[in-house]
């Protein structure tokens, strides 16, 4: 080829090329703007825009990642704040998430100011700082970006809520993504199973990718079988309402919750609503819903989960899903310390209530959840019916009870078989040794008790080759017994008995706690339980 047509060649290239480069401009979606009277919100875009220029602007102390697409495949993004931000340490989290509805957007204005006032903050203010450096901060700016801009292509909006995911063979779009989380989906008709309504749950639960998305996000958040987000708020708008679970149902305490977390949820709500006005109250008191975010926050994960419907008060006509941008700075700065406050109480919600020296150590385990037991470790028990199970146990009894159907705490324990009778077999612990043992637990320096609340009942026919046990294992993998009781042979009912032990020896080290229950030398009526173990601050 002569230089000319090899010049003619790349030319010819350079225009197909271009060509394509536009093909592929016009194929990404134009994003439509806020109207120019409103032109302080942000939409898409410009929201992706402040997020990645405050991670540019404090790289030390902001780092962003997508925790999964939209149905439309627009990222999900949230921003970790924290000091050394991109280590995972060892500190209370806390989740802040935004618009799960489309129209809401002002509660996109209140995610960015937050990621604002903990940034700009720092440097100025001892509050910020000290939260900043001993908390990791999670915020979800949009958990529904389609909705949000779909939102915008109306004049100038379109009232939408739901994401943007098609409901096959319908003709409607759209999943309410605050009816499609797990926890008693579709339990209680505080939602809906027609595709076209506001408050479409879905096909089934987790159905939509953004909650997907959320969903998979927490669970990454357990490590060593412990949820590390202890605080979450959703933001909503409007009513001025500060919400905790459940939603689903108008009791106050159902049987999935405790007595200890109500009241901390009550003295939580209380406070936070003291420092923005809003009025404090039980979800299902505005209306029932299921399937909605925080009962499953709560419900799977024991996080202390709140609703925050923001500004204004008003919630009749749609105007009042918009108001006009002159708005958003007050509205927001109105939740600064409130947001401040749920921070800073990541580090120990139950401190409302007068509980943190028993309810804020480094274990507090009411059962209610399996927070990372290992049955039989060591892959030596030998026991063939009645193993350690947590849940909520069956009562038993002959010559008096023997399992107990009550717990020190919500309505499950850790028990040998929680079943009752199982025909002629009781159910209780046969044929050896069961052994179950914790995750593993930091504990400072210094360190307060070990305590539980537990029974061993037995009939006349135990010896003292029949026991229950409860051992400190150190990170070396040697076992220290703290506790014992020894079968004998008289009749002995169950009954809870609390216990106390020093964690002085263990100070500053990493360990786990194993529990085991025997029936040995022949057979007895074996049971025994453990419930609300605790290591509590000194
Ligand atoms: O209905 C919702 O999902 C929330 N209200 S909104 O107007 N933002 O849609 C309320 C969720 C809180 N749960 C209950 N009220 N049960
Ligand atoms: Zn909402
Ligand atoms: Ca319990
Ligand atoms: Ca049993
Ligand atoms: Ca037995």
Redesign the pocket.
Known sequence: MRKRQIAALILALLFLFGLLAEAADAAAPAEANFPPKDSRYHNYPEMVAEIMAAQAAYPDLVSVFSIGKSYLGRDIWVAKVSDHVTTDEAEPEVLIDAL??AR?HLTTEQALYLLKVLTTGYATDSLVKRLVDSREIFIVFALNPDGMQYDLTGSPYRAW?KNRQPNVGTGTVGT?L??NYAYDWGCCR?SSGSPGSL?YRGRRPFSAPETQALRDFVQSRVIDGRQQIVMHI?L????ELV?WP???TKTDIPADMTRTDHAAFVALGKRMAQRNGYKPEQ???????DG????WMYGRYRIFSF?W?LYPTE?HRTSDFYPADERIAAAVANNRSALLYAIDKADCPYSPIYQAKADCGPLYDDFEIDRGWTRDPDGTDTATDGLWQIGDPTATSILGPKQLGTTTSGRAALVTGLAGVKGTDANDVDGGTTTIRSAPVLLPDPVGDLTFSYYFSHRSNATSADWFRVWVEAQDGTRTLVREELGKATDDDARWIPVRVSMKPWAGQKVRIVIGAADGAGDSRIEAAVDDLRIERP
């Open positions: 799960h509805h809401e809520r309410d605050n009816r505080g408050t959703t909503h708008t409007n009513g919400l459940y939603g689903h979800s299902s008191d505005l209306y029932i819903t909605d975010q925080i009962d609703t419907e919630h």
